[in-house]
């Protein structure tokens, strides 16, 4: 079958899609999209948290014909140019990156945290986290990106 | 291709740069031009890892790539009959199968003994063996034709306990040696370490005994194991892996395909974390020969269910330990025997069965030791390296046997642990006498001292507002606090530092020091893998500091250098470290000597720093880009620390470790004593690393392993039965979360190692070895309970299971 849908902003379409394929799949090996991950592929782990129609989703667990006509957003739509989105760059200073496989998923998923809420309390970045899992970090340097994203944001917003 | 699909080519072909980042970088010296050793200076696979740019092994894509898939043994143990082929090669879209057949090189491969097949030949000894390889144009098509293979299989029953193997009392499947069936042409006993040190009959005032259990654990890298293989117009082979160290893959490699080293090329795709569980060969055997035999590039991906079959886990042990102490808490002996459940294959048992024994009294001075620690062969999964690697187990029996001598002597556990605490000058259980520093006691106290989290709100009779999430089963609301006690655990731990028993233990750096653009500019070319630690910036800090250059781009990791060994054991900081250490030094000599060539005269006291070369006497002598000028300065180093040596047969006395690591544990845990549901609060540390080379990577590694050690106490575990791994999924397979893992206070101490680059210390596995028992010993005080296997499980506490 053929998929049409939108990602990052931009269109895109893809021909002879297997029924049985995830749009993880699709974004990966059809559209040119390989940032969001293949940890588990079972809905688990988050490493490829997506937004769909701005919600989030793991790619995984959605049929790639699902994503007819919809709108996609992964890792690689957070940034604009050359500018990362301050959840990117609290990661890179809050030392939160080591292998990295698990990042996307977990910016995505702090991306929409922050987004919807703009002063995060512990209990409630780490209630939004919990789908998402990692192996390096013991995720205190997850949180700390976390807090970071959302206080430079606020400091931002007062400056206004 | 498809209109959508965009063009990418393979990877890791361009170097990762440094990019200029933002001030402002909390823990670092931000903004500072001069991000050398010392420095919490930033990855510089940083900005492609968030943006998702980071190519991983999974990500690789070539034009006219297809892709290969495995099909394993659904049974523990069985000969083979027969296979057919037939109907699998038939299916349109597939371009081959391939069996042990096809595979033109040596049958059999292994890290330490060569024993495994790279696909089954007339047996199989664990459930998921590989026995054939598809190649097709879809995943889905190759996986499908998989299925339309037909294996005759001659189903055997199972040996699954590792002291029924070995033919010694006790094992699970009770039976006697005669009848248990040689899993291998030598037997099925991989390694016995026989330590004895001091008098063979000591006696002790007080003695305490036990038994202890710990569960197989996976390393549960995130990362796939995958890799692409492009057949090269030479007869030879490309392959782009996610892997711990390339040059030993490339050696197994090259024997299975029958081709020499210049023949199979290994570069280091991005690796999503690794544990120990990318030290053995997976897919990589497997992709090269699909690829030469289709002459098409191919990439294989395990998803999750086969990465639990796909790689080794950590030994599960049974362990019986016998402490004797004079009534002041001073110890006397320890009598222990392990026994490691190797699996199938030998994998890196010889050597986790050597930790575990020369290690397996921890960080304590005990003049009279007897260990037998013992490997076997199994039908289980295979095990071998995780983090930790044998010091793991063992620790989770010493430290529950101190608790139990500090219960019996009626001795705080951390005076007791402090009264034989190891020092520098301590000797080990092998005699080997520890020459650096072993800050055990000051850990201990600092540790014990860092301040606790606040008291529970529901422990004063539930006055304070109670937060769900603060509590045992969490949100699930299966208590506000009543039936939950609270408890405190200790522990303290030590292990080797790199490859030990008279390994030859080195690694190769290649540096080159020119002027690009104007800018004094060095490459760091290592095979060393980056796994997620930070080696490669490591690798730009030291660059940094010893050419005082600031642009130092890491070459990409490949076998076009000679090798770094293993990103393991805890070394790579420690031998690529002094390797690109002892590298720049070689280089900074030939710049300095072009430079006073330059110069016409010779200048006393040059140094390189910030860009320039600046003498003691004179001050600076001018920009280091002006004064090399078309120059290129290129060294290659084989650096190697000081020799360790095989321990004695007989009493497994010798020196062989390089350098020991240490680190101490507070636990703080709330227990749901009616459901047996836990609640880590808080799990504080304090480890001795040398020197921090970067601060924030070292906190990040206790951190992280740290958690690791927390997952194995109280939820990780691979279930067995049978010899069939029951829970190959994420969704059954617990690793913790965001929600399961605490706070974490982390002191860091600096005490250098004069042996080591820097003084540094291997930093990235004490803190999984003393974590767990901490937080077992925690529940252990809020219980009562012995607690005598790790994981602890719910019904361990409620006394239902």
């Given at each position: 079958m053929?998929?049409?849908?939108?990602?990052?902003?931009?269109?895109?379409?893809?021909?002879?899609?297997?029924?049985?394929e995830?749009?993880?799949?699709?974004?990966?090996?059809?559209?040119?999209?390989?940032?969001?991950?293949?940890?588990?592929?079972?809905?688990?782990?988050?490493?490829?948290?997506?937004?769909?129609?701005?919600?989030?989703?793991?790619?995984?667990?959605?049929?790639?014909?699902?994503?007819?006509?919809?709108?996609?957003?992964t890792?690689?739509?957070?940034?604009?140019?050359?500018?990362?989105?301050?959840?990117q760059?609290?990661?890179?200073?809050?030392?939160?990156?080591?292998?990295g496989?698990?990042?996307?998923?977990?910016?995505v998923?702090?991306?929409?945290?922050?987004?919807?809420?703009?002063?995060?309390?512990?209990?409630?970045?780490?209630?939004?986290?919990?789908?998402?899992?990692?192996?390096?970090?013991?995720?205190?340097?997850?949180?700390?990106?976390v807090?970071?994203?959302?206080?430079r944001?606020?400091?931002?917003?007062?400056?206004? | 291709?498809?209109?959508?699909?965009?063009?990418?080519?393979?990877?890791?072909?361009v170097?990762?740069?440094?990019?200029?980042?933002?001030?402002?970088?909390?823990?670092?010296?931000?903004?500072?031009?001069?991000?050398?050793?010392?420095?919490?200076?930033?990855?510089?696979?940083?900005?492609?890892?968030?943006?998702?740019?980071?190519?991983?092994?999974?990500?690789?894509?070539?034009?006219?790539?297809?892709?290969?898939?495995?099909l394993?043994?659904?049974?523990?143990?069985?000969?083979?009959?027969?296979?057919?082929?037939?109907?699998?090669?038939?299916?349109?879209?597939?371009?081959?199968?391939?069996?042990?057949?096809?595979?033109?090189?040596?049958?059999?491969?292994?890290?330490?003994?060569?024993?495994?097949?790279?696909?089954?030949v007339?047996?199989?000894?664990?459930?998921?063996?590989?026995?054939?390889?598809?190649?097709?144009?879809?995943?889905?098509?190759a996986?499908?034709?998989?299925?339309?293979?037909?294996?005759?299989?001659?189903?055997?029953?199972?040996?699954?306990?590792?002291?029924?193997?070995?033919?010694?009392?006790?094992?699970?499947?009770?039976?006697?040696?005669?009848?248990?069936?040689?899993?291998?042409?030598?037997?099925?006993?991989?390694?016995?370490?026989?330590?004895?040190?001091?008098?063979?009959?000591?006696?002790?005032?007080?003695?305490?005994?036990?038994?202890?259990?710990?569960?197989?654990?996976?390393?549960?890298?995130?990362?796939?194991?995958?890799?692409?293989?492009?057949?090269?117009?030479?007869?030879?082979?490309?392959?782009?892996?996610?892997?711990?160290?390339?040059?030993?893959?490339?050696?197994?490699?090259?024997?299975?395909?029958?081709?020499?080293?210049?023949?199979?090329?290994?570069?280091?795709?991005?690796?999503?974390?690794?544990?120990?569980?990318?030290?053995?060969?997976?897919?990589?055997?497997?992709?090269?020969?699909?690829?030469?035999?289709?002459?098409?590039?191919?990439?294989?991906?395990?998803?999750?269910?086969?990465?639990?079959?796909?790689?080794?886990?950590?030994?599960?042990?049974?362990?019986?330990?016998?402490?004797?102490?004079?009534?002041?808490?001073?110890?006397?002996?320890?009598?222990?025997?392990?026994?490691?459940?190797?699996?199938?294959?030998?994998s890196?048992?010889?050597?986790?069965?050597?930790?575990?024994?020369?290690?397996?009294?921890?960080?304590?001075?005990?003049?009279?030791?007897?260990?037998?620690?013992?490997?076997?062969?199994?039908?289980?999964?295979?095990?071998?390296?995780?983090?930790?690697?044998?010091?793991?187990?063992?620790?989770?029996?010493?430290?529950?046997?101190?608790?139990?001598?500090?219960g019996?002597?009626?001795?705080?556990?951390?005076?007791?642990?402090?009264?034989?605490?190891?020092?520098?000058?301590?000797?080990?259980?092998?005699?080997?006498?520890?020459?650096?520093?072993?800050?055990?006691?000051?850990?201990?106290?600092?540790?014990?001292?860092?301040?606790?989290?606040?008291?529970?709100?529901?422990?004063n009779?539930?006055?304070?507002?109670?937060?769900?999430?603060?509590l045992?089963?969490?949100?699930?609301?299966?208590?506000?606090?009543?039936?939950?006690?609270?408890?405190?655990?200790?522990?303290?731990?030590?292990?080797?530092?790199?490859?030990?028993?008279?390994?030859?233990?080195?690694?190769?750096?290649?540096?080159?020091?020119?002027?690009?653009?104007?800018?004094?500019?060095?490459?760091?070319?290592t095979?060393?893998?980056?796994?997620?630690?930070?080696?490669?910036?490591?690798?730009?800090?030291?660059?940094?500091?010893?050419?005082?250059?600031?642009?130092?781009?890491?070459?990409?990791?490949?076998?076009?250098?000679?090798?770094?060994?293993?990103?393991?054991?805890?070394?790579?900081?420690?031998?690529?470290?002094?390797?690109?250490?002892?590298?720049?030094?070689?280089?900074?000599?030939g710049?300095?000597?072009?430079?006073?060539?330059r110069?016409?005269?010779?200048?006393?006291?040059?140094?390189?720093?910030?860009?320039?070369?600046?003498?003691?006497?004179?001050?600076?002598?001018?920009?280091?880009?002006?004064?090399?000028?078309?120059?290129?300065?290129?060294?290659?180093?084989?650096?190697?620390?000081?020799?360790?040596?095989?321990?004695?047969?007989?009493?497994?006395?010798?020196?062989?470790?390089?350098?020991?690591?240490f680190?101490?544990?507070?636990?703080?845990?709330?227990?749901?004593?009616?459901?047996?549901?836990?609640?880590?609060?808080?799990?504080?540390?304090?480890?001795?690393?040398?020197?921090?080379?970067?601060?924030?990577?070292?906190?990040g590694?206790?951190?992280?392993?740290?958690?690791?050690?927390?997952?194995?106490?109280?939820?990780?575990?691979?279930?067995?039965?049978?010899?069939?791994?029951?829970?190959?999924s994420?969704?059954?397979?617990?690793?913790?979360?965001?929600?399961?893992?605490?706070?974490?206070?982390?002191?860091?101490?600096?005490?250098?190692?004069?042996?080591?680059?820097y003084?540094?210390?291997?930093?990235?596995?004490?803190?999984?070895?003393?974590?767990?028992?901490?937080?077992?010993?925690?529940?252990?005080?809020?219980?009562?309970?012995?607690?005598?296997?790790?994981?602890?499980?719910?019904?361990?506490?409620?006394?239902?299971?």
């Open positions: 053929r998929i049409s849908c939108t990602v990052n902003g931009e269109p895109q379409q893809a021909d002879d899609v297997w029924e049985g995830s749009l993880l799949y699709l974004l990966r090996e059809r559209l040119g999209f390989p940032g969001s991950k293949n940890a588990c592929e079972q809905g688990e782990c988050g490493s490829c948290t997506v937004y769909l129609d701005g919600v989030l989703a793991c790619a995984c667990l959605v049929a790639a014909g699902q994503a007819q006509g919809r709108d996609v957003r890792v690689e739509g957070l940034a604009t140019g050359d500018e990362l989105a301050a959840v760059q609290a990661f890179l200073d809050a030392g939160a990156v080591q292998c496989f698990c990042t996307p998923g977990l910016l998923a702090a991306h929409d945290l922050i987004g919807r809420h703009p002063g995060p309390a512990d209990a409630e970045i780490r209630e939004a986290l919990a789908g998402n899992l990692c192996r390096c970090t013991g995720y205190e340097k997850i949180l700390d990106g807090r970071l994203a959302a206080a944001r606020a400091d931002k917003a007062d400056q206004l | 291709m498809s209109d959508g699909q965009k063009e990418r080519g393979p990877v890791l072909t170097p990762v740069r440094p990019r200029p980042r933002p001030g402002g970088v909390p823990g670092s010296e931000a903004g500072a031009r001069d991000e050398g050793i010392g420095a919490s200076a930033g990855r510089p696979d940083g900005i492609p890892k968030v943006t998702g740019e980071f190519q991983y092994a999974s990500d690789l894509w070539l034009d006219g790539m297809i892709w290969g898939v495995t394993r043994s659904p049974h523990p143990y069985a000969r083979i009959r027969s296979v057919d082929i037939g109907p699998a090669l038939a299916t349109p879209g597939v371009s081959a199968v391939l069996t042990h057949e096809d595979v033109p090189g040596s049958k059999l491969y292994g890290l330490e003994i060569v024993d495994q097949p790279v696909l089954a007339d047996t199989v000894r664990y459930q998921g063996e590989p026995v054939a390889l598809v190649a097709a144009d879809h995943p889905e098509i996986r499908q034709a998989a299925k339309k293979i037909v294996v005759d299989w001659e189903v055997l029953e199972p040996v699954t306990d590792a002291r029924t193997a070995l033919g010694l009392d006790g094992g699970a499947g009770g039976g006697a040696a005669g009848e248990v069936p040689r899993l291998h042409p030598g037997g099925n006993l991989v390694r016995h370490l026989r330590l004895r040190k001091g008098d063979p009959d000591p006696v002790a005032d007080v003695v305490v005994t036990g038994e202890y259990h710990v569960g197989m654990q996976d390393q549960a890298f995130l990362g796939p194991e995958s890799g692409l293989a492009v057949p090269a117009e030479d007869g030879g082979v490309e392959l782009y892996v996610a892997t711990q160290w390339l040059h030993v893959d490339q050696r197994q490699i090259c024997g299975a395909l029958g081709l020499p080293p210049d023949k199979v090329r290994l570069t280091l795709a991005g690796v999503g974390g690794a544990f120990g569980g990318r030290e053995d060969l997976s897919m990589h055997v497997h992709a090269c020969l699909l690829a030469l035999h289709t002459g098409k590039p191919v990439k294989m991906v395990y998803n999750r269910e086969e990465s639990f079959f796909g790689h080794v886990h950590r030994h599960p042990a049974v362990m019986r330990f016998e402490h004797g102490a004079r009534r002041d808490g001073t110890l006397v002996y320890v009598k222990a025997q392990i026994y490691l459940d190797g699996g199938a294959y030998a890196s048992t010889p050597a986790v069965v050597g930790n575990a024994g020369t290690m397996g009294i921890g960080p304590y001075v005990v003049p009279h030791v007897q260990i037998d620690a013992f490997g076997a062969y199994t039908n289980n999964p295979p095990c071998g390296a995780m983090r930790g690697f044998g010091s793991v187990q063992a620790a989770f029996a010493h430290e529950a046997q101190m608790d139990r001598l500090a019996a002597l009626g001795l705080d556990p951390v005076e007791l642990r402090c009264r034989n605490a190891m020092a520098q000058g301590s000797q080990a259980p092998t005699g080997q006498v520890i020459d650096s520093p072993a800050p055990v006691e000051e850990m201990l106290r600092r540790v014990a001292a860092l301040p606790m989290p606040p008291p529970a709100a529901w422990a009779g539930g006055a304070g507002a109670v937060d769900l999430r603060d045992p089963g969490g949100v699930a609301n299966t208590t506000h606090g009543e039936g939950v006690v609270r408890g405190v655990g200790y522990a303290a731990a030590y292990k080797n530092v790199g490859f030990s028993e008279g390994f030859d233990d080195y690694s190769t750096a290649r540096v080159r020091l020119e002027v690009l653009a104007g800018e004094a500019v060095a490459t760091v070319h095979a060393a893998a980056e796994v997620g630690q930070g080696l490669v910036t490591v690798e730009q800090q030291i660059a940094r500091t010893e050419l005082g250059v600031h642009q130092v781009t890491v070459h990409p990791k490949d076998t076009a250098v000679g090798s770094a060994g293993s990103s393991s054991a805890s070394r790579q900081t420690y031998v690529t470290g002094g390797a690109v250490k002892a590298a720049c030094e070689k280089v900074r000599e710049a300095l000597a072009v430079i006073q060539r110069l016409g005269r010779s200048v006393p006291g040059l140094r390189l720093a910030g860009g320039k070369v600046i003498s003691d006497t004179e001050g600076v002598v001018g920009e280091l880009a002006g004064l090399l000028g078309d120059e290129v300065i290129e060294e290659t180093v084989e650096w190697r620390h000081r020799p360790t040596y095989p321990v004695d047969p007989e009493t497994g006395q010798g020196f062989a470790h390089v350098q020991y690591a680190s101490a544990h507070r636990a703080v845990v709330d227990v749901d004593t009616e459901l047996g549901l836990l609640k880590v609060v808080a799990l504080d540390c304090v480890q001795d690393v040398g020197k921090a080379i970067n601060p924030q990577a070292v906190v590694q206790i951190q992280g392993g740290s958690a690791q050690g927390m997952g194995l106490a109280v939820m990780e575990e691979i279930q067995i039965s049978g010899g069939k791994i029951r829970n190959p994420f969704t059954d397979y617990l690793i913790p979360t965001i929600l399961d893992v605490p706070p974490m206070q982390i002191e860091v101490l600096e005490y250098p190692d004069p042996h080591a680059p003084g540094l210390r291997g930093v990235g596995e004490p803190p999984t070895i003393s974590s767990g028992p901490a937080i077992v010993a925690a529940v252990r005080a809020a219980t009562g309970l012995p607690l005598n296997q790790i994981p602890v499980r719910p019904e361990h506490i409620t006394g239902t299971g």
